[in-house]
């Protein structure tokens, strides 16, 4: 009897363990990682929970992985709402259903939901509105080969329905002397030993092509007393660009500072220059543009997976 009662026992066990071994390994199995998102891991688990009657493991999968990324952009984003503005668009709400404040909360009252809650989904909406523009902008891919392609299409189009939109712009002749920065020339000393050669200059002690060759750190142009020849100025950087456009012909600009150095510059000469291939690239890439905003638009969840780090 104590022998059969022993096996008994022993069989029960067996079955308990291996029962408790089947749960473990569909816990295993449930937590398995089928995905990661910049690093977090997607759980089997959650893709069973997120299954409807009408979707299936794919687009489960989707919705797990399009959660943790808009989870994500929100709390990358550092976007803040403050209360004027959540007051602002609930006075707007307000104003567009003809309701005085009060009666926006009897309102709410009669539906159940608190103002508070309220206030809460606002703001979340706002936080939300704000990270998908920012979602969207970031999305925006364009190549210098995709424009160029675009510009010559729609330029080869127009000519052939000749109806080609010619534009012409003021080109600028420059002449320009540069000290670059080092450990023996700060700030102050370039802008002073400028204000000494552009003096000298005025003065006649000196030629700016005489002084740009003896001077300019610009070697190349230097070389040829400064010259930069004829060039429209958004071909130069910010400041350069200001004092092309603000210097009077004929003037010696005062010394100012670009992320190259030091300058002073002079207008030589200014013409009219054909433009109409730049127009087109412009029309090409604010079309290659908008096009993509649209896009991303449509499905600005999209436009975080083509910027973040999704692992199947």
Known sequence: YNGILTKMNLKSVLF???????????????????????????LESQVKSALTKKSNRQAALD????DILVAQAVKESGVSVNNAQVDQIIEGIAAQNGLTFGQLLDALDYQGISYAAYRQQIAQQLMM????????SQSVDVSREQVEALAKKMLAEAKAKGNVAKLTDTQYEVRHILLKLNPLLNDAQAKAQLEQIRADILAGKTTFADAALKYSKDYLSGANGGSLGYAFPEMYVGPFNKAVRTTKQGVISAPFKTEFGWH???VTNTRQADRTEDAYRQKAYEQ??????????????QALRKRDNIKY
């Open 63 to 66: 919705k797990v992985i399009d």
């Open 16 to 42: 308990v363990a291996l029962g408790f071994l089947a749960f473990i390994a569909n816990a295993q199995a449930e937590e398995k990682v089928v995905a990661t998102v910049n690093g977090v891991p997607v």
């Open 129 to 136: 509105s704000e990270v998908r523009n920012r979602a969207i």
């Open 264 to 266: 002073i510059l002079e």
């Open 288 to 301: 290659i543009v908008n096009q993509q905003l649209q896009d991303s638009a449509r499905d600005w969840v």
